[in-house]
């Protein structure tokens, strides 16, 4: 594209303004001995031509850095800059891959050469589309030169020294939005889309554990492997997994169904060594636990004896002979030594209760299901009944340790009072566990009685409501048979009344002067009433419009015996 290159020197000043080293059409330097301090005020730190809206980051201008515009002096225009005292020029939001813009204000006189000569310097165009109401619309080769084109928005411009009103114009350069840049914005928007899933799958290929080795077709050789294979401990695993994916692969038929069956009953033969198997590591699990639990109790003794010692030179006769130091350190230690002692013993009771419920939970599970019932209550009841049997074993639990250590303690018959403060503390903490599952116990027990009685109080509510629904019904449907037997017979006693004293008016009569004869039977008929029943009857009672202007009445007539002719 060949066009004229226009005054260096007014171009440089455009861009010395903004901190950026002028560049022609060719990408050199107008000026190579460009200063970036030229043209600045004292104290603003020149514009970097990478940063975000200058570079390939679109990004409007910064507002804090306030920009000084002067006159740009053109080959064939020149440009004035507007008032610097006005706010910046309004601007539309910036389209998705914005490369065009769009410039009002331009004079009439204006061409495609001034237009290219103004606009050039910012960067390369690719497409100008001119119109005749003096705008056009400018498409760039770059994003980053929308912004540096934007720069001059809001300029007057003037051709030569004219001072011809088609001579001259106010630049108005905006965002536009355009086909063409929307579909390469998509485009570049669907390459990254399509890089960032490649990226993704290699990732995840990358992470994906290897697949397993594939599995050999069924064959004589192999299916004799198979089956020594199967027979050996340990490459059953192996085995059974080739012989799983013959059967489900469809390699049965009749001529080797005879070796899938003994392979079939050579891995039903390792049954009995996966439950001996089971057995012996479950026996070796209670054996451990049972070695734990001697050892904690062997442990738990030393502790006992650690502590007696500890008491022993805490009396009067051994305690007077140490000195302040070594009585504190006694004392210190003792008071160690009994937290870790209780510590373990509440670790050991622990295993206990755990050893007794599940002992009860077995008992529970060895018991019969009882039948579900139809009503919520009766499951709420037998669940009540569930947990307290529960409970009593644990109460029962309870007791039998509370016993035991009544045994102990009566067999050891303590000494030092300290030891016999610990026991009688732990005899009243299980005291008061053993009276608070006692509370509990009966307080399920009352609660279950209590769900019992509203049970049963509940369906005899039931029933009653019932019954008097009952009786509601039939009340009610004996009110509407009376009442309908009382309307049709009013009805038909009014009927009789009004074409008695319509057959005696012949002429008819309006419906206010029949409601006044009826009200002096009934005082609560109304004149809608009658209107509605005689129109009910069309081939009884016809209404008639009688007189002229405002004498217009409506009457009505008896038309019975017509009717009857008529039929």
């Keep these: 594209m060949t066009m004229p290159m226009s005054d260096p020197n007014a171009w440089a000043t455009a861009m010395n303004n903004l901190g950026m080293p002028p560049i022609g059409m060719t990408g050199q330097p107008l000026m190579p001995d460009f200063d970036p301090n030229l043209g600045m005020m004292a104290g603003i730190t020149p514009m970097n031509p990478m940063m975000p809206g200058l570079s390939m980051v679109p990004a409007p201008l910064s507002q804090d850095i306030p920009v000084i515009k002067e006159i740009i002096h053109c080959k064939s225009c020149t440009l004035f800059p507007p008032n610097p005292n006005l706010p910046p020029p309004a601007t539309r939001e910036r389209p998705p891959g914005c490369k065009t813009v769009f410039v009002g204000g331009l004079p009439e006189n204006a061409t495609e050469q001034l237009i290219m000569e103004v606009f050039g310097q910012c960067g390369d165009i690719t497409a100008i589309r001119k119109s005749k109401k003096n705008f056009c619309h400018i498409r760039f080769a770059e994003e980053f030169t929308v912004d540096k084109a934007l720069f001059l ?292 027990r009352e609660e279950l009685k209590q769900r019992e009685a509203e049970l049963e109080k509940s369906l005899e509510d039931k029933q009653q409501l019932k019954n008097q629904v009952q009786n509601l019904k039939e009340g009610l449907q004996n009110l509407q048979n009376t009442h309908v037997m009382q309307v049709s017979e009013t009805e038909s006693t009014f009927l009789w009344i009004i074409s008695t004293f319509l057959h005696v008016h012949p002429f008819g009569a309006s419906i206010e002067y029949i409601c006044s004869y009826l009200q002096r039977l009934d005082t609560k008929i109304n004149p809608s009433e009658v209107e509605a029943l005689l129109s009910r009857l069309p081939c009884t009672f016809r209404q008639e419009l009688t007189g002229v202007g405002a004498s217009l009445e409506k009457r009505w007539n008896f038309c019975g015996f017509q009717g009857i002719k008529s039929t």
């Excluded at 905006?174 to 990254?192: G, I, N, S, V």
């Excluded at 919520?376 to 035991?404: F, H, I, T």
Aim: aromatic letters at 6%.
């Design 153 to 444: 928005s809001g300029y007057r411009i003037r051709l030569g020294s004219s001072t011809d009103k088609k001579d001259t114009g106010r630049l108005h350069v905006d965002f536009a939005q355009a086909r063409d840049d929307l579909y390469e914005w998509e485009c570049r928007q669907r390459m990254l889309a399509r890089e960032e899933r490649h990226r993704r799958k290699m990732e995840e290929d990358r992470l994906r554990p290897p697949s397993p080795p594939p599995i050999v077709h069924y064959s004589e050789h192999e299916c004799s492997q198979l089956g020594d294979k199967i027979k050996d401990d340990g490459k059953f695993a192996e085995a059974v997994r080739v012989l799983l994916t013959w059967l489900e692969r469809g390699e049965v038929n009749r001529r080797n169904a005879n070796n899938f069956y003994s392979m079939i009953q050579s891995s039903n033969s390792h049954i009995r060594r996966l439950m001996s198997e089971k057995s012996q590591h479950e026996k070796e699990m209670e054996e451990a636990k049972e070695k734990f639990k001697t050892a904690l109790a062997g442990i738990l003794a030393q502790f006992e004896q650690i502590v007696s010692v500890f008491q022993a030179a805490s009396k009067q006769k051994a305690w007077d002979h140490f000195s302040k130091a070594q009585r504190k350190n006694l004392d210190m230690w003792r008071k160690q030594a009994e937290e870790i002692r209780n510590m373990h013993n509440e670790q050991l009771m622990g295993i206990r209760r755990e050893e007794e419920m599940e002992m009860s939970d077995d008992d529970m599970e060895d018991a019969p299901d009882s039948k579900d019932s139809e009503d919520s209550g009766v499951s709420q009841a037998e669940a009540l009944k569930e947990e307290n049997d529960s409970l009593r074993c644990q109460l029962d639990a309870y007791r039998n340790e509370v016993e035991l250590l009544k045994q102990e303690q009566g067999k050891t018959q303590p000494i030092r009072s300290e030891e016999d403060s610990t026991h009688s503390q732990q005899l009243s903490f299980l005291q008061q566990a053993l009276q608070g599952m006692q509370k509990q116990l009966l307080k399920m």
